[in-house]
């Protein structure tokens, strides 16, 4: 099914400057990215993003975390894209992530773990609309791979 999630390169893969190389493992799928820019969280967009987390223990220092610099946000679109970026992220606690995963690859503890990735259809369209206007999605125009699949319909 054609979805749309909402990712995030958090302020620590930006500061290691890991944001190329996070884009391009969704290109690299090829997946299509319909809505991408660089923003500084405020403490509101972060408290309405992370909601589902209030009154947990880690909660204080995930705004923290979150709000320590500036993010990349993206939307990207493509079959399946919620769960099976999930797995390309790999599980929240790198230890416990598949190897080969971006947070495998590039994290070690769970707490500042690069990336953010929606976790089911509701979370997404919540996401996408926290972070970007509709008007700031770009979802009119065609990959290579959406054309290879049309041409050989
Ligand atoms: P997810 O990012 O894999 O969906 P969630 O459980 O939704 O994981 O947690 C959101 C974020 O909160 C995590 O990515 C991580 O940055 C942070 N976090 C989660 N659990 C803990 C914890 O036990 N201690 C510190 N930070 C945590
Ligand atoms: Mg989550």
Redesign the pocket.
Known sequence: MLERTFIAV?PDGVKRNLIGKIISRFEEKGYKIIGLKMLLPTLELAEKH?A??KG???YP??IR??TSGPIVAMVVEGDNVIAVS?RM?G???PEEAEAGTIRFDYAIC????I???S?CLESAQREISIYFKDEELCPNWTTTLEKIMDDEK
């Open positions: 958090k992370y589902e987390h947990k223990p880690f220092r995930l975390y979150i999930r992220m599980a929240t606690r769970k707490e500042f773990n990336i953010h990735g976790d």
